[in-house]
């Protein structure tokens, strides 16, 4: 995939790893004590705590990952010579050199086929002389 | 349930009848179309250009310019990023409520930074057509390379076998 394709991927995928962030943090959250006049929360069973705790710390791993991923690949983009003007005179210039050597090539292509011919008659003029020349025994 | 078949074929078929015999007897195909036309119902455009970001109402938050450094701006848009998810993240712990405008924000840098990378693509597209036209100016000299060595070879051949007959 192109450079910028795949850009374009981990922006996408940057985005998608914060919201599945966001999200799994605050659906599992355990209960927190707003204010002293209400009870404590109830203990919660086991399970959400133990996982709980590194769930932050990989899917923040994570984020930080797919975003320094994304400067790899910024670095790897090609270095923007110039700007719009300079590439549309390249293209002229490689257009009119194009040209010059494609009417090179055909010219040199019909010499070629000339004397392609010219040997051909040659030959056939030979070989229609040799037949002649050769007395059936 | 009633179906439907398939629409015929447009009558113009008929007008066709001696494209055989005669090529100029059959209307010529219709020009290209030029500005905007009308294609079931919806407006289409021929001119395909990139809208800039005012046009759709976004804020643009990176420089404008006439050559504005792509890495250098797609770099501080990630930073920028990075940045306000965690202010999402401190938002979201101490004051809940106020989440919204941080996620516009959120959603803005998205919309920049799609908008930068989309507009690297006329220059991708140059800059292919200039590898294009390289190799195939590469090609083209190789192959001319190619017939001047064939034929100074035979004419060498030609001026040999003409001096191996004439020896004889």
């Keep these: 995939m192109d450079i910028i394709s795949q850009l374009q991927e981990q922006v996408n995928s940057i985005a998608a790893l914060a919201f599945n962030t966001f999200g799994t943090l605050q659906r599992d959250a355990p209960p927190v004590r707003l204010s002293p006049n209400y009870p404590e929360p109830p203990p919660n069973p086991t399970e959400d705590s133990a996982n709980f705790a590194e769930q932050p710390k990989l899917m923040s791993a994570a984020l930080v990952k797919a975003a320094k991923q994304f400067d790899a690949l910024v670095a790897a983009l090609p270095p923007s010579e110039g700007g719009e003007e300079a590439q549309l005179r390249r293209i002229a210039e490689l257009q009119a050199e194009n040209d010059a050597v494609g009417q090179e090539l055909q010219k040199q292509l019909e010499a070629a086929e000339k004397e392609l011919k010219q040997v051909q008659e040659l030959f056939s003029q030979a070989a229609d002389n040799c037949l002649n020349l050769k007395k059936p025994d | ?168």
């Design chain 2, 1 to 168: 349930m009633a179906t439907a078949t398939y629409p015929p074929p447009p009558p113009y078929y008929r007008l066709y009848k001696d494209y055989l015999q005669n090529p100029k007897s059959a209307p010529e195909p219709p020009p290209p179309i030029e500005g905007t036309y009308v294609c079931f119902g919806g407006n289409y455009t021929t001119d395909d250009v990139l809208p800039s970001l005012e046009d759709q109402g976004v804020r643009q938050l990176y420089p404008k310019g006439p050559n504005i450094d792509f890495k250098k701006e797609l770099r501080s848009l990630n930073r920028e990023l990075q940045l306000h998810i965690l202010e999402l993240a401190d938002v979201l712990v101490e004051r809940p409520s106020q989440y919204a405008r941080r996620v516009e924000e959120i959603s803005l840098l998205f919309k920049n930074l799609h908008h930068l990378l989309n507009s690297l693509r006329p220059h991708q597209a140059r800059a292919t057509l200039i590898h294009i036209l390289e190799l195939q100016i590469q090609r083209r000299k190789e192959a001319l390379e190619d017939i001047k060595r064939r034929r100074e070879e035979a004419q060498r051949l030609l001026k040999e076998s003409l001096a191996t007959l004439d020896g004889q």
